[in-house]
């Protein structure tokens, strides 16, 4: 009970979108307009006669191959998959693509219109509202601003969980920081004094 080409064109003429159906290759070509991908193509693929889906985009991002801040581009590809679901990447240093993908096996069940339409909308959301200003913004900076965005996260949880628990740290990194600043032998006669 594979999956199919005219099923998932099906799907499509659904919701109203344009495609080309490229029977040769096992797959249907669409896309659309985003935000910050102006040629978001889109490629839906079945393979192993149907019981393998996948949807990708091709050529999200480009010259990441010699960039100098290639390490945290691609360390920031994989902090992506990991904080959100379905979407993985894919990099060929070959040439240097970056695709985004989401792809699974079906086996013997049906590929259901829900399923459909929620990959086809996560693809483009996650890529081109959360994943491309990101990622545009490490190759400028070299910096993931989604770090900092989980540090405000974990804080919030903190002050959730344990009211008064950050005021706590805050104090303690303080003491810390003069502690830092101060030369052993002050430390060692404010010792004296306490004695």
């Known amino acids: 009970m594979a999956a199919t080409l005219k099923q998932i064109a099906g ?19 669409t ?12 490629v ?39 904080e959100t679901k379905m979407l993985q990447w894919e990099y060929d240093p ?10 699974f096996p079906l086996e013997d069940a049906l590929l259901t219109e829900r399923q459909f339409n929620r990959c086809l909308l996560s693809l483009v959301e996650l890529v081109d509202e959360l994943a491309l200003p990101r990622l545009k913004t490490v190759m400028e900076t070299g910096e993931d601003p989604g770090d900092l965005e989980e540090g405000e996260r974990l804080l919030l949880a903190l ?3 344990s009211p008064g ?7 303690a990194m303080e003491a810390r920081k003069r502690r830092g600043r101060r030369l052993p032998s002050e430390e060692k006669d404010d010792d004296e004094s306490l004695a």
């Open 11 to 29: 799907y499509l003429d659904a919701k109203g979108w344009k495609y080309r159906i490229d029977e040769e290759g096992s797959r249907i070509l």
């Open 165 to 171: 628990l950050l005021t706590v740290l805050e104090r």
């Open 94 to 103: 070959s040439d240097g693509e970056i695709r985004a993908i989401i792809e």
């Open 44 to 82: 839906i693929q079945l393979d192993e006669d149907g019981e393998f889906f996948e949807m990708f985009a091709p050529r999200v991002l480009a010259g990441v191959q010699n960039h100098p801040h290639k390490t945290a581009i691609l360390q920031t590809m994989l902090a992506i998959s990991w």
């Open 159 to 161: 002050q959730e969980e």
């Open 31 to 42: 896309g659309v307009f985003g935000s910050n991908l102006e040629d978001f193509l889109i």
